[in-house]
């Protein structure tokens, strides 16, 4: 595996379910992103961790709970979602936060339905 | 407020035509700017970036972007355009420090034959 690698790819809850993103990135790099894309609205930084250390929480309700286990691995846990949670979720990653310079390579999503 | 616009939702071009995609940006410095390209089911892929020097930027699969700092923008440009560049493509602008970056909302860029 090369890059950043999502799965699962798709996923359809229930509103009382639970259920976790996965993300791996293979670059080696120190930072790792979670950013929700809706239709027709910029992304939006969920959270941003950085070795490991949770750096930014964007006002994301706490049905969103993010793990950073290690520097390579990202989890979001999803619990008590409404319909407006779906949408694609995309990780990314970069060699540090070093402001707008780093580069954030991204992977390839998972798209999440909230029925 | 710090703010990225992509004026052109749709645009649709002829395959072998030129392309330019619109973006201008709100940011109170000077702004690191981004192209990124989505494909159905990808994720973002980063065309190209602007941090300083050369206010014209080259970047993968044929593409260029101009800064130009009076009209805060940075269009993004293609001389030729193949079926295979049908894709989203969003504008991005990043922060002098911290880690919030802005992204437009997209222009989906549809190629025919």
């Known amino acids: 595996e090369t890059g950043v690698t999502q799965t699962p790819r798709h996923l359809v809850m229930g509103m009382t379910n639970k259920k976790s993103l996965k993300c791996e990135q293979h670059l080696g790099h120190n930072a790792m992103y979670w950013y929700k894309q809706s239709a027709k609205k910029p992304l939006e930084l969920m959270f941003v961790y950085s070795l490991e250390e949770r750096v930014e929480n964007n006002s994301v309700p706490s049905r969103f709970s993010p793990e950073c286990p290690n520097s390579s691995h990202l989890f979001l846990h999803l619990h008590t979602l409404q319909p407006e949670d779906s949408a694609l979720y995309l990780c990314?990653?970069?060699?540090?936060?070093?402001?707008?310079?780093?580069?954030?390579?991204f992977g390839p999503g998972t798209r999440l339905t909230v029925l | 407020a710090q703010s990225v616009t992509q004026p052109d939702i749709h645009i649709t071009v002829s395959e072998g035509a030129s392309l330019e995609l619109r973006c201008n940006y709100s940011y109170g410095a000077t702004p690191y700017l981004f192209w990124y390209v989505q494909s159905p089911g990808q994720g973002l892929q980063l065309l190209l970036k602007y941090f300083s020097g050369d206010t014209l930027v080259q970047g993968i699969k044929g593409f260029e972007a101009e800064f130009k700092r009076s009209q805060s923008s940075f269009n993004l440009r293609k001389p030729s355009v193949h079926w295979s560049d049908a894709a989203e493509y969003f504008c991005a602008v990043g922060p002098n420090t911290g880690n919030q970056f802005y992204f437009g909302t997209g222009t989906s860029l549809t190629v025919i034959p």
């Open positions: 990314a990653s970069s060699q540090a936060i070093a402001g707008g310079r780093d580069t954030q390579y």
